[in-house]
């Protein structure tokens, strides 16, 4: 399978709801990280993780190399937040493996 | 704060041609990455620096070269541009290795090979 799974592939919420992305790893990985790419294709670093949990404002992230996923989730969400979401996974040095995205849609 | 800039922003060409894409950063970063992204998908390490004049193979490096000028710029090369080819080329820098710092990204280079 994919190094990389990443679930939902498209996520639809109303404001101020709130939901979680997940992706999955077929191997131990050493560490991931969150983007967010917008309507105009910028991205944005949203987490790097090695272990454990952070979280920002709205956003809270989750890594667990032992059991090989990472968590995204998004709280009272705002139209803002509409964009595809990767996570991405450090294998080995200088190799960061993509997930497929996840694109997510705020609805007024 | 900085900024990455990317030039061209599009850029068509011929099959088989060579095509060169910079980008430029003013963070002072050591790290510098090329990605390709295809319509709808994550994004692929071309190639990544960490320092000037040093260079390293990402997975997808194979008709693509790339060369740290400087500190500052990191420049890729498509070797024979392939028909019909159509992908976002995205440059980003960091601090540190990828692994332990945040990477921040430049708007892209849009190719599209007639």
């Known amino acids: 399978g994919m190094p990389v799974e990443q679930n939902p592939p498209a996520l639809s919420l109303y404001e101020g709801a709130e939901s979680g992305l997940r992706c999955n790893f077929s191997t131990t990985m050493k560490g991931v990280q969150w983007f967010q790419q917008n309507h105009r294709g910028r991205l944005i670093t949203l987490f790097y993780?090695?272990?454990g949990t952070k979280e920002n404002g709205r956003l809270k992230s989750t890594f667990n190399s032992k059991e090989r996923y990472s968590t995204l989730h998004i709280k009272d969400a705002q139209l803002e937040d509409s964009g595809t979401y990767f996570c991405a996974a450090n294998y080995n040095q200088g190799k960061l493996i993509f997930g497929q995205g996840t694109k997510l849609s705020i609805k007024p | 704060g900085g900024i990455i800039t990317q030039t061209p922003k599009f850029l068509i060409g011929q099959e088989g041609q060579k095509l060169t894409l910079k980008c430029q950063q003013n963070?002072?970063?050591?790290?510098m990455y090329w990605y390709r992204q295809d319509s709808g998908k994550g994004l692929r390490l071309i190639y990544y620096?960490?320092?000037?004049?040093?260079?390293q193979k990402g997975d997808l490096s194979e008709g693509y070269d790339a060369s740290r000028e400087k500190k500052s710029s990191f420049s890729l090369t498509v070797t024979s541009a392939q028909k019909n080819e159509m992908a976002v080329f995205l440059c980003?820098?960091?601090?540190?290795?990828?692994?332990?710092?945040?990477?921040?990204f430049g708007p892209g280079t849009r190719l599209l090979v007639l």
């Open positions: 963070f002072n970063h050591d790290t």
């Open positions: 620096s960490i320092t000037e004049n040093d260079l």
């Open positions: 993780l090695a272990q």
């Open positions: 980003a820098s960091s601090k540190r290795d990828w692994g332990k710092d945040t990477q921040y």
